[in-house]
């Protein structure tokens, strides 16, 4: 079967979801404008595209469909996980990715810009944040669960809510609360129970590892350097006895020569033969490897070390040789028995939802959404996902590697009108009273630019299911 026929098959799984068959028009020309080889990938340049000689008819078409159409961006991203997640190969071990990434935005009415650290500026900037949640095998990830953090300033104010057509049972959540949210979702639905990948914005929460091991889930997720443990073949004394008054005591005693660390000065006090050199994985230029140690330790809470006594976990420590101090550090419940590059390559395969956002921001237009409301921007990133899903699945058919160079279906662009004319001019005027002229600058891709691969999954027969076995 050629691609074309496999991509005729895969958007008629997806508009099964759409609800309606008038919408099934837009799914096919959002998907196909995504996937051409436009430097921007916002409604007006796919429309010219995908159609110049009915740009403007089908600018207003595609603007209705993304902003507009009551259509489940949830459903829309099930959808895609059924037909990639079965080509995924899984019996090496999977994994969940929790993460978030940022897109710059300038003004105060799109939808949950506030002035908050962007991970794609490396600073605090206006901006949105959408936490995402990934499922990751030896072979690539897809995100199947995609979310924006809306913060407290907007969740409180009614009007900007309303305006921006926020859900009335939306509220303010942290990220680690909306990520976790995702993962019991799709457990429900009788997802695997994989281990948990997060970096340290996730991992020094102690609640957000709690509720991880609450729910059955092992987890290898990154924490701070001032995070306390008791070290390695240090018993804690018991709580002091009850009084009889007030709570139970549940925090362990302490003496002058029995007292917690913090994870840095655990490192530290290592011996240099507690460090080996580690291969994890091979890089796209050389094999990627490191200086690391683990050892068995029980978290004591926090930078203070004041909590109760908590089961013993790894502690894996990387420490470049050129380096003077550790540079991350990592928490984890995988088996006591756990080999120490098995442990790294854990740890390290959380680097695919950084690849994940890369690909979808730079191929796929991820960040090019003009429009301010909620609907807009979370069926604008599931659209992005469902052409990047196609292309996963085409290389995993393929069975090519992940790193290798691109062998996607060529897809022509449409030359434009000798008569078009760009937005912003009233000869073309289409709706645009929910879009955001105020964008930041987005990264986009030289044309010379050679992608890397891209990750995969299969049409499952069961309608709300992720199970991959």
């Known amino acids: 079967m050629h691609a074309s026929e496999r991509f005729d098959r895969y958007l008629e799984h997806l508009s099964a979801g759409l609800g309606h068959a008038d919408r099934h028009a837009g799914l096919r020309g959002y998907c196909t404008g995504l996937m051409l080889p436009l430097s921007r990938k916002s409604v007006e ?20 469909f993304v902003a507009k159409a009551e259509w489940s961006h949830t459903e829309m991203l099930r959808r895609v996980a059924q037909w990639v997640i079965p080509k995924m190969d899984f019996r090496s071990g999977g994994w ?10 300038k003004g105060r009415h799109s939808v949950g810009v506030t002035r908050q650290y962007c991970g794609m500026l490396g600073k605090q900037d206006n901006c949105q944040v959408a936490v995402s949640l990934s499922l990751a095998s030896d072979q690539g ?4 669960a995609w979310q924006l953090y809306l913060p407290e300033d907007w969740a409180a104010d009614a009007a900007r809510r309303t305006k921006a057509g926020v859900p009335e049972e939306v509220r303010f959540a942290t990220k680690t609360q909306i990520a976790l949210e995702q993962l019991r979702a799709l457990l429900d639905e009788g997802a695997p129970r994989y281990c948990v990948l997060a970096d340290a914005g996730y991992g020094v929460d102690t609640a957000f590892r709690q509720a991880l091991s609450d729910m059955g889930l092992p987890y290898a997720v990154g924490v701070t350097s001032a995070v306390v443990v008791w070290p390695p073949g240090v018993q804690p004394l018991p709580p002091k006895p009850y009084s009889g008054v007030g709570r139970p005591p549940v925090v362990p005693q302490r003496t002058a020569a029995l007292q917690p660390l913090s994870v840095k ?13 580690i291969t994890w994985r091979e890089g796209s230029n050389a094999a990627l490897s490191g200086r690391f140690a683990a ?10 070390g004041k909590a109760r006594l908590r089961p013993e976990q790894w502690l894996l420590i990387e420490w470049p040789a050129c380096d003077e101090e550790p540079s991350k550090y990592v928490l984890s419940t995988l088996p006591e028995g756990t080999p120490l590059d098995e442990l790294v390559r854990v740890a390290h395969h959380r680097w695919r939802i950084e690849r994940d956002y890369q690909d979808l921001k730079q191929d796929f237009g991820l960040g090019h959404y003009e429009g301010r409301g909620w609907r807009g921007f979370h069926h604008h990133a599931a659209l992005s996902i469902a052409a990047y899903g ?7 058919i393929a069975d090519k590697p992940v790193g290798g160079k691109k062998n996607f279906v060529e897809r022509q662009v449409p030359a434009l009108p000798e008569d078009y004319v760009p937005r912003g001019s009233s000869a073309r005027a289409a709706p645009r009273d929910d879009l955001d002229h105020e964008l930041a600058p987005s990264a986009e891709l030289p044309p010379d630019r050679s992608s890397k691969a891209v990750p995969l999954l299969r049409k499952s027969k069961r309608k709300a299911s992720l199970m991959t076995q």
């Open 96 to 105: 969940w990715i929790i993460d978030d990434t940022g897109f710059p935005k």
């Open 295 to 304: 050892v068995r330790v029980r978290h004591a809470g926090g930078n203070a």
């Open 45 to 64: 340049p796919m429309a010219a595209r995908v159609d110049p000689m009915h740009a403007s008819a089908r600018h207003q078409a595609l603007h209705h």
């Open 390 to 396: 196609f292309l996963m699945a085409e290389r995993l």
């Open 141 to 144: 990830s897809l995100p199947v």
């Open 265 to 277: 000065a655990l490192a530290m006090s290592l011996p240099p033969q507690a460090f080996r050199n």
